[in-house]
């Protein structure tokens, strides 16, 4: 009933809390429901899906062709072989596998996820140990809870023991943006982007 009574002329949401798909159908209203994206090819598609039930499926295709082309060129000339990582999501460790959408990406530059072993579920979002990450060495840290829990490369070196990580001596620490690095939109370029620079400035060492 709340969201009716905005009249809106299309409402979008990621999960069906209840009847809501139902109900808005049952008033005219069209709903698209899209959950969160797995892959790129998801992000992309829900795009275009948004593009054509808002009349703009021209403009829609057109930004995910610049999307694709923008990867494209981000992800070409690098060279990953060997590197290793961690996605920190929060300062309590909680993390992202290769199995998420989050994941992908790096994946997709060629790197490997420290997590992956440590999420035997495939749950995909595991809260590692501070003694599994130690012992993992990775040659780089993302840090995706700067803006939520301002967390930077100072107090990632301030932590125990984590001075000696290749990472932070190495200083391939990359804060991220964390409305970025949380969402499959548009802005995933920009994501896609920083991890690929990050990436070239650690091989080039």
Not at 143 to 170: E, K
């Amino acid at each position: 009933a709340a969201i009716a009574g905005y009249a809106a002329d299309l409402v979008i949401l990621m999960y069906d809390p209840g009847e809501v798909v139902t109900g808005l159908e049952a008033l005219g209203i069209p709903v698209i429901l899209h959950p969160a994206a797995w892959t790129l090819d998801d992000a992309y598609t829900q795009i275009e899906q948004v593009g054509a039930a808002t009349g703009h499926q021209e403009e829609a295709t057109d930004l995910v062709e610049l999307m694709r082309v923008s990867i494209s060129t981000a992800t070409q000339t690098i060279d990953a072989e060997g590197a290793t990582y961690y996605h920190e999501l929060s300062p309590d460790f909680y993390t992202a596998t290769s199995a998420t959408f989050i994941g992908s990406l790096y994946t997709m530059l060629g790197l490997t996820n420290i997590a992956d072993e440590a999420d035997p579920d495939g749950y995909g979002y595991p809260q590692l140990s501070g003694e599994h990450i130690l012992a993992e060495d990775p040659s780089l840290i993302f840090l995706a809870d700067t803006l939520c829990c301002a967390q930077t490369a100072g107090t990632v070196a301030d932590r125990p023991g984590w001075s000696a990580l290749t990472a932070v001596q190495d200083g391939a620490i990359t804060e991220l943006d964390d409305d970025i690095a949380s969402r499959w939109g548009p802005r995933v370029v920009e994501l896609v982007e920083s991890i690929a620079a990050a990436v070239v400035a650690q091989m080039s060492e």
